[in-house]
């Protein structure tokens, strides 16, 4: 007889909308959000993961921002259409980080932005606007790869993120600068100025095995960094499959 698996100890939380979720698991994070008829979500799609099986919960697909906004996320490594749920009792969605890591609710107040990694956004209330932004400095951002496109969350409301690995935090000063391999920014405040650099010296392109490009970060604002990158896990397992030597 298989025993009942016990409930996680993830304790209940509530957004100032009144939003109720929670947050379980600490490697593969799943956040869990109560809905009914004053509170809906969207996601990009093919990022709802389950939810409660139930007519009462309408699912709407969209392209938010007409044909050209839907588009600009699609080059921004998101999907074209938006998927929009709403209920009229209460009803739960839940939504999976796609990458060992933590998931990050971000409390937005009505103007209040944030900008992230392109493939940061996991899901938000309706409220919230999700917008493609790009580096200041285009031609840097076309050769600077996953560095050039990101995406602005703006309130109010309430959304998450997912953060690949840990999340270290920097609070940076006027004029103070950080040189970070882009796929490490996981987001950061708009006061922030981004901008993608090359690697100066021949010698350092041929030989330091570092990336050729790097996001400048320059205050003041706050920055997070992913501890751990896609690219970088991909490079590794990929050392492994046969017919590599």
Known sequence: MIPDLPTPPEED???????RYRIIGKVQPTVILDLDARHGVFT??????????????????????????????????GTVFLIHLNTSSRRQAAFCADFPGRIVPLELDAGESIITHKHAFLCAESSVNLAVT?????????????????????GPGLAFVEMDGDAIEYRLSPGDTMLVEPGHVAMFDPSVEFSIEMMKGIRNLLFSGESLFFAKLTGPGRVWL????????AHRVGEYLPGKS
């Open 226 to 233: 992913n501890s751990m990158t896609v690219s970088k896990v």
């Open 13 to 19: 939380r509530v957004a100032r909308s009144g939003l």
């Open 134 to 154: 790009f580096t200041r400095r285009l031609g840097a951002g076309l050769v600077g790869g996953d560095g050039f496109v990101l995406q602005k969350l703006t």
């Open 44 to 77: 990009d799609a093919g990022g709802l993961s389950w939810m409660t099986p139930t007519p009462t919960i309408s699912m709407t697909t969209n392209m938010q921002g007409g044909l050209l906004g839907g588009l600009t996320r699609a080059f921004s490594g």
